[in-house]
T-cell receptor, first 112, second 112 residues
């Protein structure tokens, strides 16, 4: 199994630009999560899906953030427009039920 | 507000010693607890989970759960320099949604 695959690994963009992060969960997993990690705030849950349906997006900081999961093997997290304070490492994770998460390698986003 | 608290450390132990990492949680209804290890610049990796009061052992790792005291710990026996990492505790949501809340993590340094 290739694990949870995220792309890109690094993204540097200018303030105001649109950023799209991508995630392929482990095949067969029914939960998918998007997290953001910073030194100041630690690991924050942004949104999670169950069977491709968004369940809780209360962690999405602003309307500038949106996430989709069009099918069981793909999800995107979009930031439009991006701001310097969005700079962080964004992790996607998937799980089968309550078995604990498998995290992707993360996307390090820098907004200048 | 459900919270999981950890001492940020760093906890420094000599090679071969027992490292004890601790975590407290506020949601008395939490049912499941997870320990993740995160090396610098890497993604969190699940190393242990525990659902029942008492101890659970896996190799050099022992997770301990005391629901009455709302306390979870991770013991690492015969600590090795390769165990140096940040250890994240996560407590499951007792409200039925299952989604765990992560602590900020404890940095462990094992020195030769």
């Amino acid at each position: 199994d290739a694990g949870v695959i995220q792309s890109p690994r690094h993204e540097v963009t200018e303030m105001g630009q649109e950023v799209t992060l991508r995630c392929k969960p482990i095949s067969g997993h029914d939960y998918l999560f998007w997290y953001r990690q910073t030194m100041m705030r630690g690991l924050e849950l942004l949104i999670y899906f169950n069977n491709n349906v968004p369940i809780d997006d209360s962690g999405m900081p602003e309307d500038r953030f949106s996430a989709k999961m069009p099918n069981a093997s793909f999800s995107t997290l979009k930031i439009q427009p991006s701001e310097p304070r969005d700079s962080a490492v964004y992790f996607c994770a998937s799980s089968l039920g309550r078995s604990g998460y498998t995290f992707g390698s993360g996307t390090r986003l820098t907004v200048v | 507000q459900k919270e999981v608290e950890q001492n940020s450390g760093p906890l420094s132990v000599p090679e071969g010693a027992i490292a004890s990492l601790n975590c407290t949680y506020s949601d008395r209804g939490s049912q499941s607890f997870f320990w993740y290890r995160q090396y610098s610049g890497k993604s969190p990796e699940l190393i242990m989970f525990i659902y029942s009061n008492g101890d659970k052992e896996d190799g050099r790792f022992t997770a301990q759960l005391n629901k009455a005291s709302q306390y979870v710990s991770l013991l690492i026996r015969d600590s090795q320099p390769s165990d140096s990492a940040t250890y994240l505790c996560a407590g499951g949501d007792g409200g039925g949604s299952y989604i765990p809340t992560f602590g900020r993590g404890t940095s462990l340094i094992v020195h030769p």
